[in-house]
């Protein structure tokens, strides 16, 4: 099995590629056999053309549904309130 992350923004882990792939062990990350590594265009720009690998991406790239949201930065702390502001 050979893994891609998400963050690479390739057909892989786009939603619609309609090839075999599972999502990987390692968060954002998609887990894929190198051996059967092709897949349809469902719905995109490549619709009903060759079949797109590993390497393949667009402009139209989507999210694979079975991957968890990205993880955001941690907020940064918000200003303490000191009552002297003058703008309330």
Do not use: F, K
Not at 5 to 31: I, K, Q
Not at 32 to 52: A, L, T
Not at 60 to 69: F, K
Request: some cysteine; aromatic content about 6%.
């Amino acid at each position: 099995m050979a893994s891609q992350s998400a963050e690479r923004r390739r057909c892989l882990s786009c939603n619609r590629w309609g090839g075999e792939r599972t999502p990987g062990s390692t968060p954002d990350t998609v887990d894929y056999d190198e051996d059967n590594d092709r897949g349809p265009c469902q719905e995109g720009p490549w619709h009903g053309s060759s079949r797109r690998g590993p390497r393949n991406a667009c402009g139209q790239w989507v999210r694979w549904i079975a991957l968890a949201p990205p993880t955001l930065p941690p907020a940064l702390p918000s200003a303490p309130e000191t009552g002297d502001n003058p703008a309330r």
